[in-house]
């Protein structure tokens, strides 16, 4: 019989240790980031980049320290969803996804709004 949260291997006795004993899992702070820019790009009423200054969809920073993060986000609300309640839901949102995919707890979302654009109009209308 193996010891308690070991394996036994099939080939000269070796064994894997229970995976919370093999080690030390170390997240960079850019796959918090990249976590947070496509939970927030999930949530309805966060606009898609057009202008070619900006970089396309969310962009995110993270202080991360131990297993707690803070965060900030740059995004854009497609005109005329409410402001408010679309950084309230990108908050939620972030923070949830976060902790459940990477077990990092967020402890702020900081949420700037940069952009406000307006619906395309139909190409019919443009070409009037």
Same mark, same amino acid.
């Given at each position: 019989?193996?010891?308690?949260?070991?394996? +036994?291997? *099939? +080939?000269? =006795?070796?064994? %894997?240790? *229970? /995976? =919370?004993?093999?080690? %030390?899992?170390?997240?960079?702070?850019?796959?918090?980031?990249?976590?947070?820019? @496509?939970?927030? #790009?999930?949530?309805?009423?966060?606009?898609?980049? @057009?202008?070619?200054? #900006? #970089?396309? =969809?969310?962009?995110?920073?993270? &202080?991360?320290?131990? !297993?707690?993060?803070?965060?900030?986000?740059?995004?854009?609300?497609?005109?005329? !969803?409410?402001?408010?309640?679309?950084? #309230?839901?990108?908050?939620?949102?972030? !923070? &949830? @996804?976060?902790?459940?995919?990477? =077990? %990092?707890?967020?402890?702020?979302?900081?949420?700037?709004?940069?952009?406000? /654009?307006? /619906?395309?109009?139909?190409?019919? $209308?443009? $070409?009037?």
């Amino acid at each position: 019989m193996t010891g308690r949260g070991e394996l +036994a291997g *099939d +080939a000269g =006795g070796d064994t %894997v240790a *229970d /995976p =919370g004993r093999r080690g %030390v899992l170390v997240l960079a702070p850019r796959v918090i980031e990249r976590i947070a820019a @496509r939970a927030a #790009s999930e949530v309805d009423g966060v606009a898609r980049r @057009r202008s070619a200054s #900006s #970089s396309k =969809g969310v962009q995110a920073d993270a &202080d991360l320290e131990g !297993s707690t993060a803070t965060l900030a986000l740059r995004l854009g609300v497609a005109y005329p !969803s409410p402001v408010g309640r679309v950084a #309230s839901e990108v908050r939620r949102r972030v !923070s &949830d @996804r976060v902790r459940e995919l990477t =077990g %990092v707890a967020v402890t702020a979302v900081r949420v700037t709004v940069d952009e406000l /654009p307006a /619906p395309t109009p139909p190409a019919r $209308a443009r $070409a009037a």
